[in-house]
């Protein structure tokens, strides 16, 4: 049995037919495998497929995670198909933080709009009356510890509320002039304080102040960028959920419907988001590429052509909201299928 053989271990159908790696004992040193330290992912990957017998699957079918850190705080992260997951193992390694390799189908990572989807029909399905978290947005970011941590769907809303100032505290008579910003949302949230809103994909409004990722807002229907003067007009929105702009937005054409769903078109078809030309976002990103042809599936996906240029907004259960740089076209799209920037300089 090759070195490389014996990384794979396959696991059991009913473990979603994850393949765990770990190097340990004789396996303990990267030249003994088949491969360059910095081989490419999809390398690897149609090597592990190779010798683990399986050779007849199509590498692009399954995605390579690695899982780090002490057992009560285990960190996993999505690694791009040009990435150098042995380098990475090696470096997690010798720092100490029990690295290990999971393979999984592409089946088993739904978008983040499909997992808020369930999390929403499971709480209408529940009455509203739960005190859990069902849209966690603690993990939307681009920063070095948010990439890839995942934060477990039952964290409370006190918890994931804790740091920003309550009961109405930063609202204040707000003009035009006031305004730092326009926000339009890319991930719905449900409101667990009376002053903070609802968000549903392709809400759109005005940043009056901010505080511990938080957003005071008011709603701007119409995209106009105005502000009435009231501040019971003004709530809380998570900043994780929106992408800022310097310009204000017109909001999507479905979600002032009644008939449609907060983040579904509800007539069979995905729904796509209205372009954003790249320079007029404020909020911070990285550079990325598009690695290969990507088709959406889904509501609020992203067509790709290999070779995109992209700016990369958020990261959220190993899926990337991206910004094509030509055009303004956005949407979610498989981490994994974005490349070309390193992670160490996305940064909140």
């Known amino acids: 049995m090759s070195e490389t053989r014996g990384l794979w271990a396959q696991a ?39 010798n683990q017998g399986i050779p007849n699957r199509d590498w692009k079918d399954y995605v390579v995670l690695i899982r780090h850190g002490p057992p009560e705080n285990r960190i996993e992260d999505c690694l791009s198909w040009d990435g150098r997951p042995l380098a990475k193992f090696m470096k997690l390694k010798n720092a100490g933080k029990d690295p290990a390799f999971i393979l999984k189908r592409l089946e088993s990572l739904p978008s983040p709009i499909v997992i808020a989807q369930k999390k929403i029909a499971a709480r209408t399905n529940a009455g509203h009356d739960d005190t859990e ?7 939307l970011g681009l920063g070095e510890g948010t990439m890839g941590q995942l934060v477990d769907s039952t964290t409370s809303e006190e918890a994931l509320a804790h740091g920003r100032p309550r009961h109405g505290h930063g609202f204040c008579n ?12 890319v991930y719905p949230y449900i409101a667990a304080q009376g002053d903070e809103f609802d968000v549903a994909v392709g809400d759109t409004f005005s940043v009056l102040s901010r505080a511990s990722g938080w957003l005071v807002v008011q709603r701007d229907q119409r995209g106009g960028g105005i502000v009435d003067s009231e501040s019971s007009m003004e709530r809380w929105i998570p900043k994780g959920c929106v992408l800022e702009t310097s310009i204000p937005m017109a909001p999507e054409p479905t979600t002032s419907r009644p008939d449609v769903s907060p983040i579904s078109g509800g007539n069979g078809s995905p729904q796509i988001a209205v372009p954003i030309l790249a320079q007029s976002i404020i909020s911070k990103s990285a550079p990325g590429i598009a690695l290969m042809d990507y088709r959406r599936k889904g509501d609020w996906e992203l067509d790709m052509a290999s070779g995109d240029a992209l700016r990369v907004f958020k990261r959220h259960v190993h ?8 055009s303004g076209d956005r949407g979610w799209v498989p981490s994994w299928f974005v490349g070309g920037f390193p992670l160490q300089a996305m940064a909140l």
């Open 12 to 50: 059991t159908e009913n473990e979603d037919q994850a393949l765990n790696v770990s190097l340990s004992g004789r396996h303990n040193d990267w030249r003994d495998l088949e491969v360059s330290a910095q081989a490419p992912t999809w390398e690897v990957l149609r090597i592990a497929l190779r």
């Open 133 to 139: 978290s069902v849209l966690d947005i603690r993990s």
């Open 174 to 185: 707000s003009t035009a002039a006031d305004i730092r910003s326009y926000a339009v949302a």
């Open 319 to 326: 899926w990337s909201y991206v910004v094509k740089t030509d």
